[in-house]
């Protein structure tokens, strides 16, 4: 069963600079509380429909690697990419971008495709208990670090 979990905010900022900074995955160290690095496969170097990547995360003692896949790429509109481990998509995670009066508005959202079999393999490598509620408090705290880097 898919869950989606989806949170917005405002930044001041145009469409196409926040798309840049976030689509940029070797930057989302600076957003993530959990995924604290990402690097492109070889042969990619930035945001294209299928380009792959590794990101790099951890809670506390625990780390993990996760590999990404490009699904959507429309500068200043839409982000998203598929995330597996050990060739298991678990997750989808996702982009919006929508002009506003003052900038943009920006909605991160996630589809949790993880089956009931697998939850507490994933509780153990990642140590987390509760995926949904951790995963608003990351977005949100995302969604902020963007947001006060073009306060500046």
Not at 9 to 24: K, Q
Not at 114 to 142: A, H, K, W, Y
Request: a negative charge; glycine letters at 6%; one cysteine or more.
């Amino acid at each position: 069963m898919t869950k989606r979990l989806e949170i917005s905010r405002d930044i001041a900022a145009s469409p196409e600079l926040a798309y840049a900074a976030i689509s940029d995955v070797t930057r989302m160290g600076e957003w993530s509380e959990e995924c604290h690095a990402c690097e492109w496969h070889e042969g990619f170097d930035g945001p294209v429909i299928d380009a792959t990547f590794d990101g790099h995360n951890r809670n506390g003692e625990h780390e993990w690697t996760t590999q990404g896949k490009v699904i959507e790429a429309d500068a200043g509109r839409v982000f998203a990419f598929e995330c597996s481990m050990m060739e298991f998509h678990f997750s989808t995670w996702g982009y919006r971008f929508e002009p506003t009066e003052s900038g943009c508005r920006v909605t991160e959202w996630s589809d949790d495709l993880r089956p009931e079999s697998v939850l507490e393999f994933s509780q153990e490598i990642s140590g987390i208990d509760d995926r949904t509620q951790r995963n608003r408090m990351t977005m949100s705290l995302t969604l902020e670090r963007l947001a006060s880097s073009f306060e500046d």
